[in-house]
């Protein structure tokens, strides 16, 4: 590999030269060239690939505008390769992805002409057509291993390819787990960006790439999934803190019935005693139900693990009610959470926690443009709330990876017509959530 000396503050044109071999006989030569004068930034690529005993070398040049790129794109690439600040493989991957992807077509800059393609001995020169998938086939060239070009394959099943081929970068898999501000139709794992403002080197897969299908549908192996239930509100198991004080007065209630009958057998014999044992029973009856809401109100320790939907925006009042019941006493049953989804808002407090005010939020996005979209996910292990928007109910939800010492847990619904889940939102929540959760095998995530 040979490098040019590259500084940023330079005048003139800027050129950094990769030359690698790799196996099978295939070649890379990715050059570099800044045109400061003109205000045009070029990236070409050329690949050598066998065609029997000669080789034919394909051109790939790309050039995007420069001065408008955010967080310093060109200048940290430059940086990177002059050594002057160099940066992680997967950061330096990304930062080419993005200068790459940028562009908007294959078209020369008004004005500048393409560099003449590198002389080799006893080798010719192919530009014959065009690659729909020539920005990936560009950005190989700065991997360790290359795929061959397919000209009937687009940009998204080709960076699967790559992704595969290169396993420790794993670009598709924490694809996956992002949350782009608009999720296509098709291909709904890809991510250029992420509502989080998490980039790509921060996410931990917990899942790997098997394949893609036809449909251009990422097949996913390692998920960990539960299923969303939307019927209604179940019966959910829960345990308390222990109280004296509430255990005897929820065995109060017991002693109703028998002091009815030990009344009514009575009054016979001592009338003035069973009348009171009467008046006795009839009390404690009629105390029972607020005697029992009292018993039950202690701090919920743990409860039975359940996902479930709900269709708009619902209060914290009406979740704890339909899934505890009534309490007497000032320990919350559900919290907001403060940085899982998109409409969290923390808590201005010593302790962490969401606002209130998230719940507003949901219920006027609902009334607005996003009427219909608006979901709440209720996670019964973590006690937690959660508001997002998504375009179709999910019915599934499964664990990608992490974050910023959250787990991202992918929301998806089902298209059972071709056996594909879509990608609907991503969540933020307790990483602790998925040893609940059942480990499953191939998921088509399409």
């Given at each position: 590999?040979?490098?040019?000396?590259?500084?940023?503050?330079?005048?003139?044109?800027?050129?950094?030269?990769?030359?690698?071999?790799?196996?099978?006989?295939?070649?890379?030569?990715?050059?570099?060239?800044?045109?400061?004068?003109?205000?045009?930034?070029?990236?070409?690529?050329?690949?050598?690939?066998?065609?029997?005993?000669?080789?034919?070398?394909?051109?790939?040049?790309?050039y995007y505008k420069i001065g408008r790129n955010k967080n310093g794109c060109p200048s940290a690439i430059v940086n990177a390769y002059s050594g002057k600040d160099p940066l992680e493989r997967l950061e330096?991957?990304?930062?080419?992805?993005?200068?790459?992807?940028?562009?908007?077509?294959?078209?020369?800059?008004?004005?500048?002409?393409?560099?003449?393609p590198p002389k080799m001995t006893g080798e010719k020169?192919?530009?014959?057509?065009?690659?729909?998938?020539?920005?990936?086939?560009a950005l190989m060239g700065f991997f360790e291993h290359r795929i061959h070009p397919n000209r009937s394959e687009d940009d998204l099943r080709a960076l699967v390819r790559l992704s595969m081929a290169n396993d420790n970068d794993r670009i598709a898999e924490r694809m996956v787990s992002m949350l782009p501000s608009t999720i296509t139709k098709t291909a709904c794992w890809y991510s250029d960006d992420d509502i989080y403002r998490a980039n790509l080197w921060d996410i931990l897969p917990e899942i790997q790439v098997a394949g893609v299908t036809e449909n251009g549908a990422l097949v996913v192996d390692g998920c960990r999934a539960a299923a969303i239930r939307?019927?209604?509100?179940?019966?959910?198991?829960?345990?308390?803190?222990?109280?004296?004080?509430?255990?005897?007065?929820?065995?109060?209630?017991?002693?109703?019935?028998?002091?009815?009958?030990?009344?009514?057998?009575?009054?016979?014999?001592?009338?003035?005693?069973?009348?009171?044992?009467?008046?006795i029973g009839v009390v404690l009856l009629i105390l029972s139900p607020?005697?029992?809401?009292?018993?039950?109100?202690?701090?919920?320790?743990?409860?039975?693990?359940?996902?479930?939907?709900?269709?708009?925006?619902?209060s914290k009042e009406d979740v704890e009610m339909h899934l505890y019941g009534g309490a007497r006493g000032h320990f919350p049953r559900m919290y907001f959470t403060p940085s899982g989804s998109q409409f969290s808002v923390p808590e201005r407090s010593t302790e962490r926690g969401g606002s209130f005010r998230q719940y507003d939020d949901a219920k006027l996005a609902d009334s607005g443009r996003d009427a219909g979209h608006i979901y709440t996910l209720i996670d019964?292990?973590?006690?937690?709330?959660?508001?997002?928007r998504a375009e179709r109910p999910p019915t599934v939800c499964i664990f990608t990876g992490r974050e910023g010492g959250l787990g991202r847990f992918v929301l998806c619904s089902e298209r059972c017509h071709i056996n594909e889940l879509h990608k609907e939102s991503v969540l933020r929540m307790p990483t602790e959530i998925s040893q609940k959760m059942e480990l499953c095998g191939w998921l088509a995530l399409g």
């Amino acid at each position: 590999m040979t490098r040019g000396t590259v500084d940023a503050n330079d005048h003139d044109r800027l050129e950094v030269v990769q030359n690698v071999v790799v196996e099978a006989g295939t070649a890379s030569v990715v050059a570099i060239t800044f045109l400061t004068g003109t205000g045009w930034e070029q990236l070409t690529v050329y690949h050598c690939f066998t065609a029997g005993r000669s080789a034919v070398w394909k051109d790939f040049a790309l050039y995007y505008k420069i001065g408008r790129n955010k967080n310093g794109c060109p200048s940290a690439i430059v940086n990177a390769y002059s050594g002057k600040d160099p940066l992680e493989r997967l950061e330096r991957l990304t930062l080419l992805k993005s200068a790459i992807w940028r562009r908007g077509t294959a078209a020369l800059a008004p004005g500048v002409a393409p560099p003449p393609p590198p002389k080799m001995t006893g080798e010719k020169s192919d530009t014959s057509g065009s690659y729909k998938a020539e920005r990936v086939y560009a950005l190989m060239g700065f991997f360790e291993h290359r795929i061959h070009p397919n000209r009937s394959e687009d940009d998204l099943r080709a960076l699967v390819r790559l992704s595969m081929a290169n396993d420790n970068d794993r670009i598709a898999e924490r694809m996956v787990s992002m949350l782009p501000s608009t999720i296509t139709k098709t291909a709904c794992w890809y991510s250029d960006d992420d509502i989080y403002r998490a980039n790509l080197w921060d996410i931990l897969p917990e899942i790997q790439v098997a394949g893609v299908t036809e449909n251009g549908a990422l097949v996913v192996d390692g998920c960990r999934a539960a299923a969303i239930r939307w019927k209604d509100f179940p019966e959910v198991a829960f345990v308390t803190t222990d109280s004296l004080k509430r255990n005897i007065i929820g065995f109060v209630p017991y002693l109703s019935w028998p002091a009815l009958i030990s009344g009514l057998g009575s009054i016979t014999t001592d009338r003035a005693g069973g009348i009171a044992l009467i008046i006795i029973g009839v009390v404690l009856l009629i105390l029972s139900p607020r005697l029992f809401v009292y018993s039950q109100s202690g701090r919920v320790l743990s409860s039975q693990p359940w996902f479930i939907g709900v269709k708009g925006a619902i209060s914290k009042e009406d979740v704890e009610m339909h899934l505890y019941g009534g309490a007497r006493g000032h320990f919350p049953r559900m919290y907001f959470t403060p940085s899982g989804s998109q409409f969290s808002v923390p808590e201005r407090s010593t302790e962490r926690g969401g606002s209130f005010r998230q719940y507003d939020d949901a219920k006027l996005a609902d009334s607005g443009r996003d009427a219909g979209h608006i979901y709440t996910l209720i996670d019964t292990c973590s006690s937690t709330m959660y508001y997002f928007r998504a375009e179709r109910p999910p019915t599934v939800c499964i664990f990608t990876g992490r974050e910023g010492g959250l787990g991202r847990f992918v929301l998806c619904s089902e298209r059972c017509h071709i056996n594909e889940l879509h990608k609907e939102s991503v969540l933020r929540m307790p990483t602790e959530i998925s040893q609940k959760m059942e480990l499953c095998g191939w998921l088509a995530l399409g």
